[in-house]
């Protein structure tokens, strides 16, 4: 099944924590290489189990997951080093500048140093950070600062396809705007695969390329923005989705 273009294949996938908390119900969906898919849906609707099985971090109970031509989980060591993932919850090390987050991480990936120090050189480029902000703690950062370094780190390491947990979430607009640039900017320049999560239906649709709505663990409907849109006879995806998942007559 590999080598078809597809980054991420979903099949059937079902996840059940504990013995009653079934954050998936049979998910199925594929991401082409190279777009930028949306995984829209409210608080608890699977989004985040979703991209932390994708992200070889959780393991489905049942079902079908190949992510770059490999299945998981049996050959998750084959994907983790293709793959980068910001959880909703990432953060920086508080005592370390911006810079030295970013060049630790890059040592991480790199065989020596003077690579490293290329790869967090992107990472500044990435973050948009000036040159004096780059080198304070990150104690000091802003939240919407500390995002864009954390968000740089992601995106910085060369990874194939690219998952997000939430972005923007707790940003004030000035920075979810900044974020969404850098996002689109780097999708634009690599080429790389982008799966993000959000319930920030319009910064899904400026964003992403298709989007697949998730309520209660189950795909209620995928398509392009507009797709949606029509299909549901809504002005915008927030309204779309109200209507497919069956909140609205």
Do not use: Q
Not at 69 to 83: F, K, Q
Not at 174 to 200: E, P, Q, W
């Amino acid at each position: 099944m590999a080598g078809d273009g597809a980054a991420v294949r979903l099949r059937d996938v079902v996840k059940v924590f504990g013995k009653k908390v079934r954050a998936l119900r049979g998910v199925s969906f594929e991401v082409p290489r190279g777009a930028i898919y949306g995984i829209l849906g409210p608080n608890g609707a699977g989004k985040t189990t979703t991209l932390r099985i994708i992200a070889t971090l959780v393991r489905h109970d049942s079902g079908y997951v190949e992510v770059l031509g490999h299945r998981l989980p049996d050959e998750r060591n084959l994907v983790r080093g293709r793959i980068s993932y910001l959880p909703e919850d990432a953060g920086l090390y508080h005592r370390l500048t911006g810079w030295e987050n970013l060049l630790y991480f890059a040592m991480i990936y790199s065989d020596t140093l003077e690579e490293a120090r290329r790869m967090a050189e992107l990472g500044v480029k990435l973050s948009g950070l000036s040159e004096r902000d780059i080198h304070r703690k990150a104690s000091e950062y802003s939240k919407g600062m500390a995002r864009r370094v954390a968000l740089a780190r992601a995106l910085m390491v060369g990874a194939e396809l690219v998952l997000l947990d939430e972005p923007t979430s707790g940003l004030d607009v000035f920075s979810a705007y900044s974020i969404r640039k850098i996002i689109k900017n780097f999708a634009k320049s690599s080429g790389a695969t982008v799966l993000m999560s959000s319930h920030n239906m319009l910064e899904v649709e400026e964003l992403c390329d298709r989007v697949i709505l998730i309520n209660k663990g189950s795909i209620v409907a995928e398509g392009e923005p507009a797709e949606l849109k029509e299909r549901a006879g809504a002005a915008n995806l927030e309204e779309a989705f109200i209507k497919l998942v069956g909140g609205v007559s």
